[in-house]
């Protein structure tokens, strides 16, 4: 069965900190999609990337980048000079390929991140 | 472009009564997926539609039911509402539903099952 394991239940930074937020996940299959979401206090959760199993590279958005590794079976993501606004909870998730069956994403126990002042 | 919309936002219950939630899709999209999430089970997987159709179904007892609408609008209904059934209630739409597609989602419904 598919797992997403966050260890990290709270992180507190101080602004302009840079914080690492880690993801581990377990599966069987060779092909398979990873993803970040970032829930705010609002509710809704917004996507932040998608990387499928397929694809290293690691990449960069502005401040925001990640770090996909398949021998570790980790990806990993980084806030660089951590903002305030930057505060939510942030969720790894992985999906499966089935073919038949549509979307179905196996999430982790998120990470609450806070940024102080 | 409107996003996802779920209503009512806030929902207090009694347990053994029934509930039915509602979920309208980005214009377009066509598949509706259903999450709960509780601070014990963290975000859990309920259901996927597409074309009015349940493709994929989560580990959930029988009380909790959906459907799609030929608008792609979705509900979902709990029947004999349990106190551990208190829970924000997600959904996300997307074009076609595929695994490899982000989802979009709403701001949920908080169920309180007293």
């Known amino acids: 069965a598919q797992k997403v394991t966050q260890a990290q239940t709270e992180i507190s930074v101080v602004e302009k900190e840079d914080v690492t937020l880690d993801c581990v996940y377990e599966?069987?299959?060779?092909?398979?999609?990873l993803f970040w979401y970032k829930q705010p206090p609002s509710g809704e959760l917004v996507f932040l990337i998608r990387?499928?199993?397929?694809?290293?590279q690691n990449e960069i958005s502005g401040r925001y980048s990640w770090n996909f590794q398949k021998s570790t079976s980790s990806f990993n993501f980084t806030i660089t000079a951590s903002q305030v606004v930057d505060s939510a909870v942030y969720f790894c998730?992985?999906?499966?390929?089935?073919?038949?069956?549509?979307?179905?994403?196996?999430f982790g126990e998120g990470t609450q991140l806070t940024v102080n002042p | 472009k409107a996003g996802v919309t779920q209503t009512p936002r806030y929902l207090i219950k009694t347990r053994g009564q029934q509930v039915t939630l509602s979920c309208s899709p980005i214009?377009?999209?066509?598949?509706v997926s259903w999450y709960q999430q509780t601070p014990g089970q963290g975000l859990q997987f309920l259901f996927e539609?597409?074309?009015?159709?349940?493709?994929n179904k989560g580990n959930f007892p029988g009380r909790f039911s959906g459907r799609q609408f030929s608008n792609s609008r979705s509900e979902m209904n709990v029947s004999t509402l349990e106190l551990g059934d208190s829970a924000l209630y997600l959904c996300?739409?997307?074009?076609?539903?595929?695994?490899?597609?982000?989802?979009?989602f709403g701001s949920g419904t908080q169920l309180s099952v007293l």
């Open positions: 539609y597409f074309s009015e159709t349940q493709r």
């Open positions: 214009s377009g999209h066509r598949s």
């Open positions: 998730a992985l999906s499966e390929v089935q073919e038949t069956s549509g979307s179905r994403l196996t």
């Open positions: 996300a739409s997307s074009l076609e539903g595929s695994t490899n597609e982000k989802l979009f």
């Open positions: 599966t069987r299959d060779t092909t398979y999609y």
């Open positions: 990387r499928n199993s397929f694809d290293e």
